[in-house]
Every structure is written in structure tokens, then in C-alpha cells.
């Protein structure tokens, strides 16, 4: 048995849709693939609302391209925030975007901010030489440096 997806107009496979009981059919209008679709879309342009809520570009480095930013949590995480993707900008999303501990950091940054406690960029560049003559174990001083 087969049925003609809604959207992409392709005939396929009834195992192709998703259940859906209260269509008459019992299935989606749309194949799976359409559905799928459909969701990465839905998601993207909710981050791209965050994005743009928190400033369209990375705090640190200015980094702007939306699929390279992320949210940092300027003080850590909480228990109660330790959300990650989809279920951190939805939870952001109903507090109406809150700034005080969240701010936009790009990957690079974040990575940079959570391995060292700052980011290397912000690494002043003599605190920077410093960091390339030291052995690993005093690495704690050299990264305390303020933003
Ligand atoms: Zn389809
Ligand atoms: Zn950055
Ligand atoms: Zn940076």
C-alpha cells in the first residue's frame, strides 16, 4: 500500500508516514521525510530568534554566523538551567530572553571559556606569552585573568 505525500507529491510506502489517528487515514499528510524537514526548519528559526535576541553575534570574537553561536552561561550552569540545543532556547524563549546569565558565544569561544576558564582571546598578549613559556602546572595563575 502507498499514499501520495501532501507536500512533496511523491508516492510512497505507507511505513513512510507517521501514525496519526486523528487523520482519517490514521497517518500523516506528510512522508516522513517531509516531516523531518519541516522540524530542522522549525528549529532553526528558533535559534535564529535567540540569535538575534542576544545580540546576532558572539560576545567574545564577533563571530556571526547563527550556526556557530551558542548560549554560554556567563556564571556557569545551575541544576535547574542545565539544558542544552532546542530545550535551552525554548526555556530561554518563555523568560523572555533573559541576559544576565546567559550570553551569545560562539563555539570556539565557549570551548575556549569552559577548557580555561576565559577565553583565549581575552588572554592579554603578554599574559599570552607567558602562557606559551609556562609547563602545564601553572597554568591555574596564568588563566586568572579578568575580562
Ligand atoms: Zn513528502
Ligand atoms: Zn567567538
Ligand atoms: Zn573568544
Redesign the pocket.
Known amino acids: 500500500m502507498t499514499k501520495v505525500c501532501s507536500r512533496c507529491d511523491q508516492e510512497k510506502d505507507l511505513s513512510l508516514f507517521a501514525k496519526r489517528k486523528r487523520n482519517k487515514s490514521g497517518l500523516n499528510a506528510r512522508c516522513l521525510e517531509c516531516e523531518k524537514e519541516r522540524s530542522l526548519r522549525g528549529r532553526i528559526r528558533r535559534k535564529l530568534e535567540g540569535v538575534e535576541a542576544y545580540g546576532g553575534c558572539?560576545?567574545?570574537?564577533?563571530?556571526d554566523n547563527p550556526y556557530?553561536l551558542t548560549i554560554d552561561h556567563i556564571g556557569g550552569r545551575s541544576e535547574i538551567d542545565d539544558l542544552h540545543g532546542e530545550k535551552l532556547w525554548r526555556y530561554l524563549k518563555k523568560l523572555g530572553w533573559p541576559k544576565d546569565n546567559y550570553q551569545l558565544?560562539?563555539f570556539?569561544?565557549?570551548c575556549g571559556k569552559a577548557n580555561f576558564g576565559i577565553?583565549p582571546?581575552k588572554l592579554e598578549e603578554n599574559k599570552y606569552e607567558r602562557y606559551r613559556n609556562t609547563n602545564k602546572n601553572d597554568v591555574g595563575d596564568v588563566v586568572q585573568v579578568s575580562s
Open positions: 558572539c560576545q567574545c570574537c564577533g563571530e556557530f558565544l560562539c570556539n569561544c565557549n577565553c582571546h
